[in-house]
């Protein structure tokens, strides 16, 4: 059975990405009737944007790339730094050009901007000056040359290293190719961004969206602000909070891009904190904050925010990771004035897939299919199920993206032949179409919103040289709203001397730890067990980790209770 949406099919126009932001904007904001309208406010540097003065910045800093960097069509450029205005502006100005952008997480540490930069081979990045040392470390590891001469930082302030220009001095006034779409064919398949994704399983790999996947999804995402009334109002404030990451597809698209096509100021901050986010949304009077579920977690629990007036949001939206019933109702308690909207996607669909209309009072569901969508469910053998019937999720759309970067087998395994997305996750349709994600069939550990692939940290763990096997599921924790990395180790017998299991757990956790980012470290712990289970192909079972481990969460119980797991082949 095939699920359509609910939605008339909408119009995906023939234009490239920054051409229809830019002028999408300055027609929306051209009927506001506001006059403090700026289009992005950077709380870093305390300046504002008007739509006309970002494409402006970006018509610069596109002629300096291409004049004095040489920046040329289907180039690709990596960002690597948090939210600011210049961030948007390097972005659209590498648009401009006919560029391809791929978004590396700043916490990043060298290894892991290493694999990104040897996968995605970019002429050109776009840096912070704190992260230079940090860059300059990954490229050496990489082993793609990338001269310093095609390096910027993006920093407000100018730099005085030698031969690396701040976004200021690469700024120019010569002409340059102004890129646009041609053709249907090229809408379709022109790389616009290359962020990346561990898919439904392994490594990291670069997802090829094109300019018609994101101008299709910020066209999906507008059906329901214009459904749900988030800003058709043009005689009031319309802004949004820009606190999740950019370098992230929800708030690159949902958030930033979305925004500014809708003529909605957009408030950057580099990062979530408290005090901060709450005194910004007061400042600016916020009116619909993007958000994922530790950060409703910390509104909910933290008393802090009892001395902001934070009235004006209307709406919350929650995505990237699963939110439960008893944070939406507490949320519902708390915040009586503010509607909870949840919305369904992945990376590789732009991301939205659905998300909940104003009738919804299915607060379990991710709401109904956006426009331009068609979804399947199938069981394990690949038959279509129908209305109720629990199986993996499959999508198809304009917003789906081209594929995996030089990659054609993962490619193939994730997009079947009918087009349709095989997204990993289970989860059925009732009667009225709406949408329930109930699990993940798919390996990849989300934290707080971020993509842990367990082969990673599999990979780093049989580095060590205690190691012998290994495995890493997702713990979910109830009262943080999120998974965490939890491994499964088998000890090599030369230890040295006096080594407990204890003592061995903690050494490589503390040594993993020390050699990965934030969000992936190993917050479930390290257990010590005396098989792997895999199958006889050599996959490893991960549900049976999942069902069988012990919950206490001390090294040497959680060990005693799972030494006996027999392999479910």
């Given at each position: ?21 830019l002028e ?7 009927q ?15 300046q504002?944007l008007?739509?006309?003065q ?14 004095k ?8 450029l ?11 502006v390097?972005?659209?100005g590498?648009?401009?050009l ?12 060298s ?7 040897s996968?995605?081979?970019?002429s ?6 704190d ?5 300059f ?10 001269p ?10 100018e730099?005085?290293?030698?031969g690396?220009?701040?976004?200021s ?14 053709n ?8 616009a ?6 898919g439904?399983?392994?490594l ?5 969206l ?16 214009t ?10 404030i319309q ?15 949902i958030?930033?891009?979305?925004g ?68 939406m ?6 915040f009586?004035?503010?509607?909870v ?67 054609p ?25 709406n ?5 993940r ?5 989300k ?5 842990v692939p367990p ?5 780093l ?45 903690s ?44 919950k ?18």
């Amino acid at each position: 059975m095939i699920f359509n949406s609910l939605f008339p099919d909408a119009n995906i126009p023939n234009v490239d990405l920054a051409t229809y932001v830019l002028e999408e904007g300055k027609r929306r904001f051209g009927q506001s009737k506001v006059s403090d309208n700026y289009a992005l406010f950077d709380t870093q540097s305390n300046q504002s944007l008007t739509i006309n003065q970002l494409d402006d910045q970006t018509r610069l800093l596109a002629s300096g790339l291409y004049n004095k960097l040489g920046l040329r069509s289907n180039d690709t450029l990596l960002i690597h730094s948090p939210n600011s205005s210049n961030f948007v502006v390097t972005v659209l100005g590498t648009l401009k050009l006919g560029g391809i952008v791929t978004f590396a997480n700043p916490a990043y540490n060298s290894r892991e901007l290493a694999h990104q930069i040897s996968d995605s081979k970019p002429s050109f990045i776009a840096t912070c000056l704190d992260s230079l040392p940090t860059l300059f470390d990954a490229i050496k590891i990489s082993g793609v040359e990338i001269p310093t001469a095609r390096i910027f930082t993006i920093d407000s302030v100018e730099t005085n290293l030698q031969g690396i220009r701040s976004i200021s001095q690469v700024f120019g006034y010569e002409p340059f190719p102004r890129f646009s779409i041609s053709n249907k064919q090229e809408l379709v398949s022109k790389c616009a961004f290359l962020p990346y994704s561990s898919g439904t399983t392994g490594l990291a790999k670069g997802v090829v969206l094109s300019h018609q996947n994101i101008v299709s999804n910020i066209i999906q995402t507008n059906i329901y602000a214009t459904l749900n009334n988030w800003h058709n109002d043009p005689s009031k404030i319309q802004r949004y909070i820009g606190v999740l990451p950019w370098y992230h597809i929800y708030g690159l698209v949902i958030c930033l891009f979305s925004g500014l096509a809708n003529g909605v100021g957009v408030v950057s901050m580099p990062k979530f904190q408290m005090q901060s986010f709450l005194k910004n949304v007061s400042i600016h009077k916020i009116s619909i904050a993007h958000l994922v579920p530790p950060i409703l977690i910390n509104l909910v629990n933290d008393k802090t925010v009892e001395n902001y007036d934070i009235s004006s949001i209307k709406f919350f939206t929650t995505a990237a990771a699963p939110i439960g019933k008893e944070l939406m109702l507490n949320l519902a308690s708390k915040f009586k004035s503010i509607r909870v909207v949840k919305i369904y996607g992945v990376t590789e669909s732009s991301p939205m897939i659905s998300c909940a209309p104003y009738w919804n009072t299915e607060i379990e569901s991710s709401g109904i299919l956006t426009c331009n969508m068609q979804a399947k469910v199938i069981d394990e053998d690949g038959v279509e199920l129908g209305i109720g019937q629990i199986g993996e999720l499959l999508f198809k759309g304009p917003n789906i993206m081209v594929g995996y970067l030089n990659n054609p087998t993962s490619t193939a395994a994730t997009i079947d032949a009918d087009s349709f997305l095989h997204t990993g996750d289970i989860g059925y349709f009732d009667a009225y179409g709406n949408l329930f994600v109930v699990d993940r069939k798919k390996e990849l550990i989300k934290y707080k919103g971020f993509q842990v692939p367990p082969a990673e940290l599999e990979a780093l763990l049989l580095g060590h040289p205690h190691v012998a096997d290994a495995a890493v599921i997702g713990k979910y924790v109830e009262n943080q709203a999120t998974e965490v990395p939890k491994a499964f180790i088998t000890l090599k017998k030369d230890l040295p001397p006096n080594t407990t299991v204890e003592s061995a757990s903690s050494s490589i956790k503390d040594w993993v730890d020390s050699q990965v980012s934030n969000h992936k470290k190993l917050r479930g712990g390290v257990h010590v067990i005396d098989v792997i289970p895999k199958s006889a192909a050599g996959k490893i079972l991960r549900r049976v980790l999942r069902d069988n481990y012990n919950k206490d969460d001390s090294p040497a119980s959680a060990a005693e209770g799972i030494s006996n797991i027999k392999p479910k082949l």
